[in-house]
């Protein structure tokens, strides 16, 4: 099955500088790949997602990249504000009713 | 967006007392719900899919005797923790998809957290 690995596991930054997320998979048949950002007590709240047959997407401070190679993509966050202080989920999955296989998260503190 | 809705958000219940999650998607049909489990500090691990009119499938180490998983409807799951122990506690979330579409887009539910005293 799926695996999906997470690095790092918590990461601190500097209000304004950017931060990168890295996640790898397994399955080359996985061709949906959402993050997700959570915080303490809530359900998971999706911020981008990417598919297998883009490279690239990006909205507004937050973009995600994606290696099928490698199998490999990545989540960037620019101009980090207090606000993303959270933990960040990504996943891979297939399209259709299947479920999605999570990384381990990573806890983002943007300090002020 | 599509909209997951579960209860009750928290309960707190006694060892070896059963407690019922509901989930609900409020504005779709969900033909496959799938139920994850979210210790403290932990990433969410699939417990199993719920498949409306049919079985759940469980994964590997779930117990489908503890969990019971019904779907009854394209609209409605419950998971019930049957004789439920304090190891049980933890943070129980549903998800589903849009039925008929090829998104692969999870939408989820608030979560229940459970404590088991």
């Given at each position: 099955g799926e695996n999906v690995e997470q690095h790092p596991s918590t990461l601190s930054v500097q209000e304004g500088d950017s931060a990168v997320i890295k996640c790898t998979y397994s399955d080359?048949?996985?061709?949906y790949f959402p993050w997700y950002k959570q915080e303490l007590g809530k359900r998971p709240q999706l911020i981008i997602d990417i598919r297998s047959n883009v490279g690239e997407k990006k909205d507004q401070r937050i973009a995600v990249t994606l290696n099928k190679t490698a199998k490999h993509f990545s989540l960037h966050i620019t101009e980090?504000?207090?606000?993303?202080?959270a933990v960040y989920f990504c996943a891979a999955g297939k399209s259709g009713n299947t479920p999605l296989v999570f990384g381990k998260g990573t806890r983002l503190s943007v300090i002020a | 967006g599509a909209v997951v809705s579960q209860h009750p958000s928290w309960v707190i219940c006694k060892s070896g007392t059963s407690v019922k999650i509901e989930c609900r998607s409020l504005d779709f049909q969900a033909t496959t719900m799938f139920w994850y489990r979210q210790f403290p500090k932990q990433s969410l691990m699939l417990m199993a899919t719920s498949n409306e009119g049919s079985k759940a499938t469980y994964e590997q180490g779930v117990e489908k005797d503890k969990f019971l998983i019904n779907h009854?409807?394209?609209t409605l799951s419950t998971l019930t923790v049957t004789s439920?122990?304090?190891?049980?506690?933890s943070f129980y979330i549903c998800s589903a998809s849009f039925q008929?579409?090829?998104?692969g887009e999870l939408f989820f539910g608030e979560g229940s957290r459970l404590t088991v005293l």
């Open positions: 080359s048949a996985s061709n980090t504000q207090p606000e993303d202080s | 009854a409807s394209l439920a122990h304090p190891e049980d506690s008929g579409t090829s998104t």
